[in-house]
T-cell receptor, first 113, second 116 residues
Framework: LAKTTQPISMDSYEGQEVNITCSHNNIATNDYITWYQQFPSQGPRFIIQGYKTKVTNEVASLFIPADRKSSTLSLPRVSLSDTAVYYCLVAQRGDTGRRALTFGSGTRLQVQP | EPEVTQTPSHQVTQMGQEVILRCVPISNHLYFYWYRQILGQKVEFLVSFYNNEISEKSEIFDDQFSVERPDGSNFTLKIRSTKLEDSAMYFC??????????????FGSGTRLTVV
């Protein structure tokens, strides 16, 4: 499994754009990059997934450069409710093996008023 | 939006007692998981379950743990003889497909287990 590295914590203010970068130098050809969000005392929640270039949904954007050795989760105009832990995961897309999702330590985002 | 439901939300038990944590996965999902999170630490994988058998388990999932899908809707985690270090938040999750790069896992809100 590809190892991921992301900052332990980040601080921001309401209304700002937040970019969280994750390194995954050993990503394999079949691996996808997936981000989850976890609020205190709740289970993780899927945010976004991508393979290359850019993916955008109603919650976030995910930027993946051509070499795919890193990815950046972008949260536009954060609010206090975006305070959470954000996990970057790299996992194979395919039903073979059925390997379960493995979480790292994540990035703790604190949004201030 | 479909949810994974876990009961109870909080359970306190004495050391050495057996506990059963219950989960109702999303109805059309085929893969089921248990994770735990000790306070302040990361989410740790325990076990995955597919087609009525364990697909994968971690080192944490020793002989004290077992899982079962007793009927078409429930998925349970049993801890046979609880220890203080089993105190944690336990999350159940389900997915339609086993991997898909981690897409589409739905987690429940968790059961906070406190062993005293």
């Amino acid at each position: 499994l590809a190892k991921t590295t992301q900052p332990i914590s980040m601080d921001s203010y309401e209304g700002q754009e937040v970019n969280i970068t994750c390194s995954h130098n050993n990503i394999a050809t079949n691996d996808y990059i997936t981000w989850y969000q976890q609020f205190p005392s709740q289970g993780p929640r899927f945010i976004i997934q991508g393979y290359k270039t850019k993916v955008t949904n109603e919650v976030a954007s995910l930027f993946i450069p051509a070499d795919r050795k890193s990815s950046t989760l972008s949260l536009p105009r954060v609010s206090l409710s975006d305070t959470a832990v954000y996990y970057c995961l790299v996992a194979q897309r395919g039903d073979t093996g059925r390997r379960a999702l493995t979480f790292g330590s994540g990035t703790r985002l604190q949004v201030q008023p | 939006e479909p949810e994974v439901t876990q009961t109870p939300s909080h359970q306190v038990t004495q050391m050495g007692q057996e506990v059963i944590l219950r989960c109702v996965p999303i109805s059309n999902h085929l893969y089921f998981y248990w994770y735990r999170q000790i306070l302040g630490q990361k989410v740790e994988f325990l076990v995955s379950f597919y087609n009525n058998e364990i697909s994968e388990k971690s080192e944490i999932f020793d002989d004290q743990f077992s899982v079962e899908r007793p009927d078409g809707s429930n998925f349970t985690l049993k801890i046979r003889s609880t220890k203080l270090e089993d105190s944690a938040m336990y999350f159940c999750a389900s997915s339609e497909s086993g991997t898909r790069g981690g897409y589409g896992y739905t987690f429940g809100s968790g059961t906070r287990l406190t062993v005293v």
